[in-house]
């Protein structure tokens, strides 16, 4: 076990590169070794625990047994390194690139306009590149499973589903389900379309890269002898043979075999587990073989689970369907376990060891009797049950530490054998269950009475539970619905889950133990009827609880308008232009803040920060983390020069809190260090001691009840509201709160302070919004005047509104600490780190009062809006203003009243998200009407047209407004959705189907555009012209996905009359264009188009003596004509903006420029029994006006679709009682996933719209439509609606925000969920609090 042995060098290949590491380190993954040390920095960080694929790449091995490749989409960030013995490489630049050949993946796509901010898109390739490897012509299930675990917070994945069915042969077409009318007749030909097919270059697989041949000689000679690998802390070793693991084994026996590494790897990389020392059994043949039995297969315990699903799946092929219902079962679970990439390395020895309480094959196995056998140097070879005395508690088993499970026998089933699996899990795919069983039953030949049951659990305990009470009393009683209702009696007697038991979601685990049971009863009869035991057919109505929810991905519409026939050929505004990095997004090339090169002595910043959510600071020992390898210094507010705070309102913020801390996740201190892996040891020893101060104040109601407000709180009312209520026929009183979401930016936040060494002068290279904030900041923070600070970004990987001012504050105190060492510094934060600190969208809790006529009309309404700012005022305030402001949407109601408060609360302060309050408002608002609906027994749109506004309107705030283009996107989206015949198809299918519902909802919005503070709507522009033509725009805003940059090369190309290939656009920069204003509030293509088209006109007015004199001539002999003439050819650009404003005690203004509609209808499928959903169809129309890129339009319209949707019935952001966030990543956050988007997706620029208030008749889309994935909360609330009235119950009910499974099937009131005794009230503390 020497280290460093020449024989003991890691050999492998990457992108066709032989690499041989004399020394790797244990503890480096695949992804940091390409980034950092080959700085191949295509392939991202996104999560750093398989959860999100932005660092997929392929892997490649040789397999001599069966002497074929192996192509396999894996995460680099879960990958270590020393595994990689043997194996070739493929990243994203490996796949193509544009300065040689870009890849048919990467073209496609890019051209589709799959790539927005396109921090997403190399992983996004990967996966769709590994695919094609093993099989060049898929079909659309496996383009979506592929995809299924790489996530995009931009796209709303349709495009990138789009470019990638360009590979399919087959067609695919809406026909295949057989309803409704085809999506092939929709697209007239002569309509525009985003994106030409007949473009694409033609896959073709024999340019790939060749597997190494070096490689295959290695793999067919073998290697022999243990391999070890030592590094700072840890040890690798690698047996050669079963022999040599079991005597390591022996010797170590707390060391762990690292297969797939998905488990122990998340457990050193979040909870800090050190393991000295790591076996690595993966060249031991033994855990790899398959072997055939006549009672059934022996499967190596080293398998993946990917290599486990193709063996069974095999072994169905080739058996009779009697004897395959385990491994059938088995698949179904395997299908939906984890991604795609994880499946690929996952082992099934590994997910039995690792005993999760909700695995999903362990119920399943146990249930089925499979067995294992064991190994260990002492006790040698036995054979063990899978079955409720092997897991013993929380991810602990009966296993001996020195045991080892060599394969796991899986037998096949007999006849009269029922076995089935099934799962729930918080999103559809790649999301851990929150309760998965395994079941199974056997009859004697001919008989309907149970001879055995078995009956396994994940997710309702602190292990896999085995239901045996229930099974026992359930053997020799016949099938059927008194054995049904016995089941359940005796399962909620035996699975019973304390109100505070881990994992929260009692009552809706303890109903999902029934209603799958229930499922899996429907399912024996079903098999009972097929064997014809039982005659009698389960009707219809009651199978609909096992037929699965639609998933069939349709192509969807995007419909726009044409550019006239008379414009230029050259001129490419109005038409569908490509995003202009999208080609180097999807080659790697583009370049991201972290993707910079190290600098000559560079330093990682790691941040400290509290664990505590009130409490003050007794002590901060730092000695600790200064002794340990790499550590340079620490930086705490003591070594700020200039201002400490941050201030807004009134109200101070601390940079690095000094005496007291205020929440969970507030920054203390930070940790400077050589490497990433030593700044982050360095701040988990630093020791801060805390005397905690009384009763934090978490949830908005404690806020409320202790008054603890940031000032000012608003009031905005017209009319008069008090007195209306005595005139009105009814009045309803109802209440919602919606939950906060997290932006989930796929690029953390990440920033680089480079020192200049000279005259106090500091370049920052930083990923945000407001560069000018972070200049100012900067120089405040270090006391140091603006001109000596130049803020550079190149490009944002997604920033939603959360990198301003939480990006600020970092980068200050990343700042300092390159001013205090004179070096430059680097700070990325981690995944959980950026959940944790930078806050995200204000959580609300609404009351409301409304008074309405019986012909649905509202005369009156009271608001009270309360919104959760955390512990700092950050831009609540703003962002309580923003929410009165929308208080109306698209209703005119004559008394109306809206109060709102940000709460000050001990949680991380919250900030601006897309939107910035107003899809919070106007949820409120929309619940509202809908119980308006309700009560009046009537469908919520008939309510929602008799208030529209229409006609010449004032708002409730008296701006003048046009609502004919809100009318026209009302009247288009219903005749479009074809609503009121996809009703009648709803009604029907819901008198038709008892256990699944299908809802439907129309939402219209009106969104406000441009800032409120007038001063923010200025922009200002540089645009040079070079001697050799070429142009160099640099403008104000800044580029993070929504096509910015895209726009303004397409402004100053129409200005100049020159295409846009002569255009380049490099960054934004505060030294080129400064003091500029936020890229945010969907105002940054109308203030800096305005701002380079005057730049551009300027420039093109002083060539027009140059032009005269030679009409016929080139732009190149102009620009240089015009050089010897002496004329400038550099120009600034300016746009005012308007000036708009608000005065909060007249109560009226004009805070707005112009209006922004849009209109959704949607549709969703609801599994009642588990909460499932899926959304069938969505239908969106909008007026933007004229769109100056519709794919960027489109692109903006549908990912801000998505991002609703997940806020409105997906993203859950949990807290536990001592202020702790749950939620620190993929795995406990999910954000909409590709099985998240609509089946259908429709989307409609409303034609003929002029705007004179933007650039070429356009309006701002970035923010309005995110609150149109309400649309599908409202048809769940619909289809929970239809479920509740086959359980008796009419009329309001109360659903919150974010409609999630849980939230819906206990809406539902089924026989299952009522069983279910409710918690008593303040009984227990639960889990996690509502904030
Ligand atoms: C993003 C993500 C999503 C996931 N989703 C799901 C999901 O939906 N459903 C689900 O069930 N699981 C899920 N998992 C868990 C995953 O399936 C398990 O982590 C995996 O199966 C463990 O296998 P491994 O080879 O990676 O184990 P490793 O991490 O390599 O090892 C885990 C442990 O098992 C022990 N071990 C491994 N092999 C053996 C053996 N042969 N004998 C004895 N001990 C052994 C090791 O000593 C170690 O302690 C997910 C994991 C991740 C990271
Ligand atoms: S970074 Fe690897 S999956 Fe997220
Ligand atoms: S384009 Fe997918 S995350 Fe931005």
């Not at 074929?68 to 796949?95: D, S, Y």
């Not at 069939?552 to 550019?563: I, P």
């Not at 940059?1045 to 190309?1053: D, F």
């Not at 519709?1190 to 997906?1210: M, N, R």
Request: glycine share 8%; aromatic share 6%; hydrophobic share 40%.
């Amino acid at each position: 076990m020497s280290a460093g042995r020449a024989a003991d060098a890691l050999c492998f290949f990457v992108n066709g590169r032989k690499v041989t590491e004399e020394r790797p380190d244990p503890e480096t993954t695949l992804l940091s070794f390409l980034r950092d040390n080959m700085r191949l920095t295509g392939t991202k960080y996104g999560c750093g625990g398989g959860g999100c694929g932005a660092c997929t790449v392929m892997v490649s091995r040789y397999q001599p047994a069966t002497k074929t490749i192996l192509h396999q989409a894996v995460n680099a960030c879960l990958l270590p390194l020393c595994q990689l013995q043997g194996v070739a490489v493929t990243t994203v630049e490996g796949v193509g690139s544009t300065k040689t050949r870009i890849h048919p993946v990467q073209e496609r796509i890019a051209k589709a306009h799959g790539s927005q901010c396109g921090f997403c898109t190399p992983g996004m390739v990967m996966s769709m590149y590994a695919l094609l490897r093993n099989k060049p012509q898929p079909n659309m299930d496996d383009i979506t499973e592929a995809l299924a675990g790489n996530l995009c917070r931009c796209t709303g994945y349709r495009p990138i589903v789009d470019g990638c069915r360009t590979f399919c042969q087959e067609v695919n077409c809406c026909q295949a389900n057989g309803d409704g009318p085809c999506c092939a007749d929709k697209p007239q030909h002569d309509a525009p379309q985003l994106f030409d097919q007949d473009d694409f270059l033609p896959l073709d697989p024999t340019q790939e890269l060749i597997f190494p041949p070096e490689l295959i000689l290695m793999a067919e000679a073998g290697s022999q002898g243990t391999r070890t690998f030592r590094g700072e802390r840890m040890t690798w070793v690698s047996p050669a043979s079963l022999e040599d693991l079991l005597q390591l084994k022996t010797r170590h026996p707390q060391a762990p075999l690292l297969m797939g590494n998905t488990n122990t790897g998340p457990d050193i990389k979040f909870k800090g587990v050190v393991h000295p020392l790591i076996i690595s059994p993966s060249r031991v043949k033994e855990l790899f073989e398959v072997t055939q039995t006549p009672q059934g297969v022996w499967v190596g315990a080293g398998s993946s689970l990917s290599a486990v699903k193709s063996v069974l799946e095999k072994l169905v092929a080739q058996f009779s369907s009697e004897k395959t219902e385990l491994f059938r079962a088995l698949i179904q679970q395997l299908r939906n376990l984890g991604s795609q990439q994880i499946r690929n390395v996952a082992t099934l020895g590994g997910n039995i060891a690792s005993a999760y309480p909700n695995s999903d094959l362990n119920p399943i196995l146990a249930a089925g009797n499979c067995k294992l056998s064991i190994i260990s140097a002492n006790a040698g070879r036995r054979e063990l049950p899978l079955n409720q005395d092997f897991f013993i508690g929380f991810r602990k088993t009966i296993l001996k530490p020195e045991e080892i499970i060599v394969s796991v026998f899986i037998p096949l089933s007999r006849k009269g054998e029922v076995v089935r699996a099934f799962r729930q899990a918080p999103r559809k795919e790649s999301a851990l269950a929150t309760v998965t069983c395994g079941m199974r039953v056997f009859f004697g030949e001919g008989s309907r009475l149970v001879q055995e049951l078995s009956v396994y659990y994940g997710g309702v305990g602190p292990a896999t539970v085995s239901a045996a009470k229930t099974c026992t009393a359930l053997v020799g009683r016949p099938w059927d619905d008194e054995t049904l209702s016995r089941a359940c009696d005796v399962l909620l007697e035996e699975l019973t889950l304390p109100p505070s038991a881990p994992g929260g979601k009692v009552e809706f685990r303890r109903s999902l133990t029934l209603s799958l049971f229930f499922k899996f009863h429907l399912e024996v009869v079903r098999s009972l009827r097929d064997l014809g035991v039982v005659g009698a057919e389960p009707v219809d109505q009651v199978c609909s609880a096992l037929t699965p929810l639609p998933r069939q991905v349709e192509a969807g519409l995007q419909d726009f308008q044409s550019v006239s026939e008379s414009q230029s050929a050259q001129d490419p505004v109005g038409r569908p232009v490509m995003h202009r990095s999208a080609l180097s997004q999807a080659t790697g090339e583009a370049v991201y803040c972290d993707d910079l090169p190290r600098t000559e002595g560079e330093l990682f910043l790691a941040l400290v920060t509290s664990t505590r959510p009130h409490a003050k600071i007794t002590a901060l020992d730092v000695s600790e983390a200064l002794q340990l390898p790499g550590v340079v210094d620490v930086v705490t507010s003591k070594d700020i020069p200039g201002k400490k705070v941050r201030r807004s309102f009134g109200y101070e913020e601390e940079l690095l809190a000094e005496e007291e801390v205020s929440c969970v996740g507030q920054m203390v201190c930070a940790v400077l260090a050589d490497t990433k892996a030593h700044a982050k040891r360095g701040a988990a020893a630093v020791r801060i001691s805390y005397q905690d101060l009384p009763d934090p104040v978490l949830t908005i109601e404690e806020a409320v009840e202790r008054s603890s407000f940031f000032e000012p709180r608003r009031l905005l009312e017209r009319g008069n509201v008090t007195e209306a209520f005595s005139a009105v026929d009814h009045v309803y009183e109802g209440r919602i709160h919606l939950g906060g979401q997290e932006h989930f930016y796929m690029e953390t936040q990440s920033m680089l302070v480079v020192p200049v060494g000279e005259e106090s002068e500091l370049r920052l290279y930083v990923s945000c919004q407001w560069p000018t904030l972070t200049q100012e900041a900067v120089a405040e923070t270090l006391a140091i005047p603006s001109n000596r600070v130049s803020c550079h970004v190149k490009r944002v990987g997604g920033a939603f509104g959360g990198k301003v001012t939480k990006t600020t504050i970092i980068a200050c105190i990343t700042a300092v600490a390159a001013w205090k060492t004179e070096r430059a510094v680097r700070c990325v934060l981690e995944r959980g780190e950026d959940m944790l600190i930078t806050g995200a969208r204000h959580p609300v809790l609404a009351t409301y009062k409304v008074g309405f006529m019986d012909d649905g009309r509202i005369v009156a309404a009271d608001i009270q809006y309360y919104t959760n700012a955390g512990n700092t005022v950050d831009e609540s305030i703003l962002v309580i203003e923003k929410i009165l402001l929308h208080m109306d949407n698209t209703y005119d109601i004559p008394h109306l009243r809206g109060r709102a408060a940000a709460c000050r609360t001990n949680l991380p302060s919250n900030t601006a998200f897309r939107g910035f309050g107003v899809p919070q408002s106007l949820m409120v608002l929309e619940n509202m009407v809908n119980d308006v609906a309700m009560v009046l027994g009537r469908p919520a749109h008939e309510i929602r047209e008799v208030n529209m506004y229409r006609g010449p309107s004032l708002t409730h705030y008296k701006m003048e407004f046009d609502p004919e283009n809100l009318l026209r996107c009302w009247d288009e989206c219903k005749a479009k959705a074809e609503l009121s015949a996809r009703r009648r198809a709803v009604a029907q299918f819901n008198q038709q189907s008892r256990w699944k519902k299908r809802g439907l909802s129309v939402i219209p919005i009106k969104y406000g555009i441009a800032f409120g503070e007038g001063f923010l709507n200025q922009a200002a522009a540089l645009v040079h012209i070079y001697k050799d033509g070429s142009v160099l725009v640099s403008h104000a805003g800044v580029e993070m996905g929504q096509g910015l940059h895209t726009k303004i090369q397409q402004v100053a190309s129409r200005e100049l009359r020159i295409p846009s290939s002569k255009i380049y656009i490099s960054e934004t920069s505060t030294s080129t264009v400064p003091n500029t204003c936020p890229s945010a509030a969907s105002f940054g293509t109308d203030a800096n188009g305005m701002a380079v088209k005057n730049a551009c006109e300027t420039l093109y007015k002083r060539l027009e003596p140059i032009r005269k004199q030679n009409p016929k001539g080139s732009w190149e002999s102009w620009i240089m004509a015009a050089f010897f003439e002496k004329i400038s050819l550099s120009a600034t650009g300016f746009h005012r903006g308007p000036d708009l404003g608000m005065d909060w005690d007249k109560m009226e203004g004009r805070p707005y420029h112009y209006f922004t509609y849009g209109v959704c209808c949607s549709e969703v499928e609801l599994d009642c029994l588990t909460g499932d959903c899926r959304t069938v169809r969505t239908d969106i129309v909008v007026d933007i006006g004229r769109s100056i890129n519709p794919s960027v339009d489109i692109g903006q319209i549908e990912g801000a679709f998505l991002q609703g949707l997940g806020l409105f019935s997906l993203e859950e952001l949990t807290f536990s009682p001592s202020g702790f966030l749950c939620a620190l990543g993929p795995s406990q956050y999910h954000i909409p996933a590709v099985c998240d988007v609509p089946l259908r997706l429709n989307v409609h620029l409303l034609p003929d719209s002029h705007n004179p208030h933007a650039i070429y008749s356009s309006k701002g889309i970035g923010e309005p439509v995110l609150f149109l994935g309400s649309s599908v909360f409202f048809a769940i609330k619909d289809a929970v609606a239809a479920a509740r009235a086959d359980s008796g119950l009419v009329g309001p009910f109360p659903l919150d925000s974010p409609a999630t499974p849980e939230r819906a099937c206990l809406s539902c009131a089924t026989p299952f969920t009522q069983k279910i005794p409710a918690g008593k009230p303040g009984s227990l503390k639960p889990r996690a609090v509502n904030i």
